[in-house]
């Protein structure tokens, strides 16, 4: 009898420490598949892919604009109709330091009535690397460099990734700033040929659970002189200033980042033409595959 009892309590020993085991082994692995994670949607962190590795992410942005409801029709008023952006970037770890990316670029811009056509936009091409190894510099520094092959524009892009960790807390900046040279057809027709526009972000996010992850940023676009024909295309090249809460969900492999964004230069309710909307909202979700 109790050579039974011993070997069933061994069987139920080796049974807890077969599940233990297995649970450090996935957590372990999750660990390591962390991949890059965005914690903010529109700051790039300092950590870069490993050699060999590949991940997609998936980008939807949604801006609320003004439309007028019938175009025949001025007296039928406006309607809100919401103006898409979605990317698809594909990204592979070169080497440890050094990681490629490539964008396909998809917009859906509102139209009169309501709807809105969905037109292929362009490519991207970029380059991120880091410089040190996490924790040796007072700040984490990664840079950045991206090509801009779009439907109406080409552009040359380059960032100075900013981060610093204090235990759970993760303060990250993207030093951002744009060339743009605007096809000669659409020179002529806005009067401007080049642009220098700035973007840079500021946020932070907080480790509450290795899962979940809030945080609050914000995000600036635009020209430091802004240009244009008319008023409203000069308001609309001017720096516009964005702030909001982020979440990001964090699955190892598979991770979700979103964000909320006020626009700070006006939250009335924007008219015909502006291009941008009292709220800015980002969704990116990412894979490693």
């Known amino acids: 009898m109790t050579s039974k009892v011993e070997r069933g309590i061994t069987l139920l020993k080796m049974k ?3 599940i233990l085991n297995s649970v450090a082994l996935s957590l372990a692995l999750a660990s390591t598949a962390l991949a890059t994670p965005r914690t903010l949607p529109f700051s790039y962190p300092y950590e870069t892919l490993s050699k060999g590795e590949l991940e997609v992410e998936a980008y939807t942005d949604v801006n609320p604009l003004r439309v007028p409801a019938d175009p025949a029709d001025s007296s039928a008023g406006k309607l ?23 964008y396909q670029v998809f917009e859906a811009a509102p139209q009169p009535g309501g709807e809105n056509t969905l037109l292929f936009d362009g490519l991207k091409w970029r380059v991120r690397t880091r ?24 552009s040359v892009e380059g960032k100075v990734n900013l981060q ?3 235990g759970r807390l993760r303060l990250l900046s993207n030093l951002w700033a744009e060339e743009v040279w605007e096809r000669p057809l659409d020179s002529k027709a806005h009067g401007r040929g080049t642009a220098f526009v700035i973007n ?3 946020g932070a996010s907080f480790e509450v659970t290795p899962t979940f992850h809030p945080g609050l940023e914000y995000w600036a676009r635009g020209q430091l002189a802004a240009s244009g024909e008319t008023e409203q295309d000069r308001e609309n090249s001017r720096v516009h200033h964005f702030l909001g809460p982020t979440s990001h969900l964090n699955f190892g492999r598979l991770w979700w980042t979103a964000g909320l964004y006020f626009n700070l230069n006006s939250m009335n309710r924007p008219q015909v033409g502006d291009a941008y909307g009292p709220v800015w909202f980002r969704s990116v979700l990412g894979l490693e595959l």
Not at 90 to 95: K, N
């Open 164 to 166: 610093r960790r204090f």
């Open 131 to 154: 410089i040190a190894e996490a924790g040796q510099l007072p700040v984490d520094i990664g840079l950045y460099l991206e090509l801009e092959t779009m439907f109406d524009e080409l």
């Open 16 to 18: 807890v420490n077969f």
């Open 80 to 102: 809100w109709s919401p103006e898409y952006r979605l990317q698809t970037e594909f990204e592979y770890g070169l080497s440890d330091r050094v990681e490629l990316g490539f």
């Open 200 to 202: 840079p972000t500021l």
